[in-house]
């Protein structure tokens, strides 16, 4: 087996051959077939128009490999259907890192891979309409049910129909024979009821378009990538983060997922650990952060950081030739590592892990946020490893307390998301973080003044994190206009978390996660900006003319329900403040949460003349409001 990267590629009955020798096999980590008939189609098409398919990335497997490897199949009645006529595996074999769906698409329409079950999706058979006068019918999928009806499981009564089955009937036939076959039936009146062909140039116009599907077939290739199996499965994950265009990930999380099942297979509760995310992902404190389907490696990430965490800890899972003998990070290779112990440790103190979570949100944003919300939602890993640390080491390794831990990590997460600081290399930086942060915990029991260790600690922030001195002035110009990434999210995430009552309804709760789909609005609606740039207004609200984006900053953003902001888009706040009857005092506590004080409310209700103070004065709250989460033993 080479032991070199490789370029190469198959045909369709090259690929059939390989599926069914069993020399490329489905790892058991890849997820389930989930293509759609339209999607089987859409492939199909493709082949027979020799336009191009994609490629498909295999891994070399050596004959020592515990990597488990299934034959390619879909779902059937209790158990998955293998594509027929397959063979024992041979020595040499490539497990499919991606290309999983085009090549059980592939056996499905050409190799006659179909479930028994009429429950199931793929409970039938493809085939080439050569009838039809629109190209975009010539593929057609027919039930197995309405195939035994209309007698379509024949060759020739389907042919007759001007239908080519795009999969054999006859075992052992190659593509190149069957097709072949094919020309010769589509002119053989034997084919046709009452052996009567169709009219010269109909059966002209049929025999073109079999002719070209043929060509296509057999002239169609999968683009393959080889990757030799000196690759272990660390450097697989990490090196082969996206495999192609399409955007499929070899997924960590569905290695975790297989390894944990076999591990615990013959156990009374297997680990299903998709399962488990999506379970703990409705849990208070855990909602909108676990999901199966969205970023699950958050939660795995968070479930090593607690690992690294520990001073007494289970020893690491093999994850290649090498033994990784130390887990340091939240990086690919450490997720694998991680071993099934600490897994089964998590979901049993799984209340406490989903409070961890929950807490982390209180402390660096006084509210519950959701992971899109949260500039480097991965930095939430560190919080809840050392808050597993505190939990579950003895006390003689934490003379700390939550509250130490809370000043310390709101300014840490703070500094760390104002300056960008993750935006390159932040899962290797992660590991040192967090034993950074454990080592300045570690040295509050030298100190009797909580005020001293808390200088201490800024002085050791700054010195370890090295990033710049942000002072307000920065922050307010920040703030005064429309960011992006990381740092447009840091500069909402306190508006977003506080917010907990609709401005225009305060019966209504917009705090998170009671209410999931509330949005941020404008508070000056951008069409009434738009139509009131002129004169002196021009320089706040024109973009010709002003130098900032006043009207996209955070400065003029806040969150509202959908039914409130079309109320409050039809006219400038001014007069939406009297129509409602609003007041500072009737909505003070709200307001605060908005960051919306006495003076800039009535610069608010002020209407036009109002906006360049409103939009000062809130972004100078605002500012202030970050400076002092950026200084520990300073409360929010």
Known sequence: MSQELEVTSVTVNDLLDKLRAREWMIPAFQRDF???????????SSILERRPIGMATLWGQSDDSDLRLEPVSIRDRDNPIELPGAQSPPAMKYAVLDGRQRCTAIAIAFGGLRPTDGRVRFWGRFYLNVAAMDDSNRIKFHREAEVKKNGLDSDSI???????????????????????????????????????????????RRNQILARSFEGLMATKLA?????????????????EVLNTTGTKVSTVDLIHSWLFSETAKEASPILLRDWIDRIGEL?????????????????QMTTA????????????????????????????????????????????????????????QCVADGAFGWQSCPYPVTASIYVGLRWHHRFDVETTHRWEISDLDALFRAFFWRNALSSRYDQGFLTQLGADLAQLKAILNERSSFEDSCEWATEANRKLSTFMNTPDLESTT???????????????????????????DLLRPSIDISFPARTDIQLHHIFPQAWCRNNRTGELSEWLDPDVSEKDWIGSAANLMPLTRESNLKWRAANPGAIIHQENLTFDSHKEHLSKLF???????????????????????????ADHLQNLLTVANQP
């Open 475 to 501: 922050l307010r110009e920040w703030i005064s206009d429309r960011q992006t990434g990381a740092l447009q999210k840091a500069l909402l995430l306190p508006i977003i978390a506080r917010a907990d009552k």
């Open 596 to 622: 919306i004080t006495d003076e800039a409310f009535h610069h608010l209700e002020s209407g036009a003349a109002g906006i360049p103070s409103f939009w000062e004065t809130r972004a100078n709250t605002l």
């Open 284 to 300: 208070s404190g855990a909602v909108g952060w676990s999901s199966s389907k969205d970023r699950p490696e958050l939660i795995a």
């Open 224 to 240: 393959v990538n080889i990757v030799p199996s000196s690759y272990s499965l660390a450097e697989i994950c990490e090196i082969f």
């Open 306 to 361: 607690a690992y690294v965490s520990l001073e007494s800890r289970p020893d690491p899972r093999a994850v290649g030739p090498k033994r990784q003998t130390r887990i340091t990070s939240v990086k690919s290779g450490d997720l694998l590592a991680t071993p099934t112990l600490h897994w089964k440790n998590v979901m049993a103190y799984q209340q406490e892990f989903v409070g961890f979570l929950g807490n982390f949100q």
């Open 158 to 204: 389907a042919i007759g129909k001007g239908l080519f089955p795009l999969s054999s009937s006859r075992p052992q036939e190659s593509l190149m024979q069957q097709w072949y076959r094919y020309t010769q039936a589509i002119r053989d009146p034997a084919s046709y009821p009452e052996s009567e062909l169709p009219d010269p140039d109909e059966l002209e």
């Open 34 to 44: 989930v293509w759609t008939i339209g999607d089987v189609s859409a492939l199909v």
